[in-house]
């Protein structure tokens, strides 16, 4: 008998981390794939994403409206009612065997508030990490608590699910889900890529991506004014901004991004939405990764490219050697940039040593989504029965 899975996709960086294991589901007889698309996807200020979905060859079975476009808390929190109020409906008339959700934002907690209340077992993915500059720290930990099944990008996290009170049985440690594109994505060559952006890449260039920080006090517009000004100091690199997140506070960095780039045409680009494939060429190709994105942590040691991580967003996360950290302040990311463009970092940086594993990770959930009792009620996990 097939197995129903629906998987929740609620923003572009998500869905890219999601892909190969929507390939997978996709491809197995045993599995009827379903696909809900929400948030930032269904926006034509971050890019009607959901076009780049269909584009992969991916059906989507319900679209959810959910983003309004007030920049604030109250309307975050308006967001996820909303969301919460669509995605029940959408479920009810799904009805999957189980849901797949990844990470932490607040999309994803509209959608596992539904299932839960419905009775649709949570399979969740990214569990256990630790972002203390976002109160996507917290929509993570909850999540989990609403989650039957837990695939984790590494061993402390699986450590800390199950310190949760999870059934070790129901934790996985399958590495990071985004790895799989160094092993499996084509990649666009530099020229191609120039193409593509419609941006000449002539000289080595920056990925530079900064989402606000939701729980710290970090001020997302001046963070934002110091990186444009340390970036100044680097003449002989390019820049490639991405937009930020649907966070509290990020559509006010969209007019920096683009006057920053009309200001210095041949040398910094801003785009909207790169898609996934995109991304990862330019990730590769890139001298450094700059700003507070996962992806800068995750990924890019896998490519061997240094990152710059700024302020606290990512503040507790497992890092590799080639990440280096920095306050929010121009002098401070100044210096840096400077290191991580040091032949000493450089060399650190190919080394490509990843603390969360080195891909081949699709597969292995997606063989557990298709065997596991969903079935079992759940019950709370006490440390001393491990002992």
Same mark, same amino acid.
């Given at each position: 008998?097939?197995?129903?899975?629906?998987?929740?996709?609620?923003? /572009?960086?998500?869905?890219?981390?999601?892909? +190969?294991?929507?390939?997978? !589901?996709?491809?197995?007889?045993?599995?009827?794939?379903? !696909? =809900?698309?929400?948030?930032? %996807?269904?926006?034509?200020?971050?890019?009607? #994403? +959901?076009?780049?979905?269909?584009?992969?060859?991916?059906?989507?079975?319900?679209?959810?409206?959910?983003?309004?476009?007030?920049?604030?808390?109250?309307?975050?929190?308006?967001?996820?009612?909303?969301?919460?109020?669509?995605?029940?409906?959408?479920?009810?008339?799904?009805?999957?065997?189980?849901?797949?959700?990844?990470?932490?934002?607040?999309?994803?907690?509209?959608?596992?508030?539904?299932?839960?209340? @419905?009775?649709?077992?949570?399979?969740?993915?990214?569990?256990?990490?630790?972002?203390?500059?976002?109160?996507?720290?917290?929509?993570?930990?909850?999540?989990?608590?609403?989650?039957?099944?837990?695939?984790?990008?590494?061993?402390?996290?699986?450590?800390?699910?199950? *310190?949760?009170?999870?059934?070790?049985?129901?934790?996985?440690?399958?590495?990071?889900?985004?790895?799989?594109?160094?092993?499996? #994505?084509?990649?666009?060559?530099?020229?191609?890529?120039?193409?593509?952006?419609?941006?000449?890449?002539?000289?080595?260039?920056?990925?530079?991506?900064?989402?606000?920080?939701?729980?710290?006090?970090?001020?997302?517009?001046?963070?934002?004014?110091?990186?444009?000004?340390?970036?100044?100091?680097?003449?002989?690199?390019?820049?490639?901004?991405?937009?930020?997140?649907?966070?509290?506070?990020?559509?006010?960095?969209?007019?920096?991004?683009?006057?920053?780039?009309?200001?210095?045409?041949?040398?910094?680009?801003?785009?909207?939405?790169?898609?996934?494939?995109?991304?990862?060429?330019?990730?590769?190709?890139?001298?450094?990764?700059?700003?507070?994105?996962?992806?800068?942590?995750?990924?890019?040691?896998?490519?061997?490219?240094?990152?710059?991580? =700024?302020?606290?967003? *990512?503040?507790?996360?497992?890092?590799?050697?080639?990440?280096?950290?920095?306050?929010?302040?121009?002098?401070?990311?100044?210096?840096?940039?400077?290191?991580?463009?040091?032949?000493? %970092?450089?060399?650190?940086?190919?080394?490509?040593?990843?603390?969360?594993?080195?891909?081949? #990770?699709?597969?292995?959930?997606?063989?557990? @989504?298709? /065997?596991?009792?969903?079935?079992?009620?759940?019950?709370?996990?006490?440390?001393?029965?491990?002992?």
């Amino acid at each position: 008998m097939k197995r129903t899975i629906a998987v929740f996709t609620g923003s /572009r960086a998500e869905y890219g981390l999601l892909y +190969w294991l929507l390939k997978e !589901l996709k491809g197995c007889r045993a599995v009827t794939l379903q !696909l =809900i698309v929400s948030g930032m %996807h269904l926006s034509k200020e971050f890019g009607d #994403t +959901w076009r780049h979905i269909e584009a992969d060859g991916f059906s989507i079975d319900s679209k959810v409206e959910m983003l309004l476009s007030s920049d604030t808390p109250v309307g975050t929190a308006k967001s996820v009612g909303l969301g919460t109020i669509g995605l029940a409906d959408s479920l009810q008339n799904l009805n999957p065997d189980i849901l797949v959700i990844l990470g932490d934002r607040f999309e994803a907690l509209a959608a596992a508030q539904a299932a839960m209340i @419905l009775g649709i077992p949570i399979a969740h993915l990214h569990g256990g990490e630790i972002t203390e500059g976002a109160y996507d720290d917290t929509i993570r930990h909850a999540i989990t608590k609403m989650s039957s099944l837990h695939f984790v990008a590494a061993e402390p996290y699986r450590k800390r699910v199950i *310190q949760m009170g999870e059934a070790p049985s129901t934790v996985f440690n399958v590495g990071a889900l985004g790895l799989e594109h160094v092993l499996r #994505t084509p990649r666009l060559s530099l020229d191609e890529l120039a193409r593509e952006l419609s941006f000449p890449l002539l000289k080595p260039f920056f990925m530079v991506t900064y989402h606000p920080v939701t729980l710290l006090d970090e001020d997302p517009r001046q963070s934002m004014g110091e990186i444009l000004a340390a970036l100044n100091h680097f003449p002989e690199h390019q820049a490639i901004l991405t937009y930020p997140n649907a966070d509290n506070g990020g559509r006010a960095l969209i007019p920096m991004l683009n006057e920053y780039a009309r200001n210095n045409p041949e040398r910094v680009v801003a785009i909207q939405s790169m898609g996934s494939k995109r991304y990862l060429s330019a990730l590769a190709e890139s001298a450094a990764v700059i700003g507070n994105s996962s992806s800068g942590i995750i990924e890019a040691p896998s490519f061997g490219v240094p990152t710059v991580n =700024i302020g606290t967003r *990512q503040q507790g996360r497992l890092a590799a050697n080639s990440v280096l950290h920095c306050a929010p302040q121009a002098q401070s990311i100044t210096a840096c940039i400077s290191q991580a463009l040091s032949a000493e %970092h450089i060399s650190l940086s190919a080394k490509k040593s990843n603390p969360y594993g080195q891909g081949r #990770t699709a597969r292995q959930i997606a063989q557990v @989504l298709k /065997r596991a009792d969903l079935f079992k009620p759940k019950a709370f996990f006490n440390l001393e029965h491990a002992y």
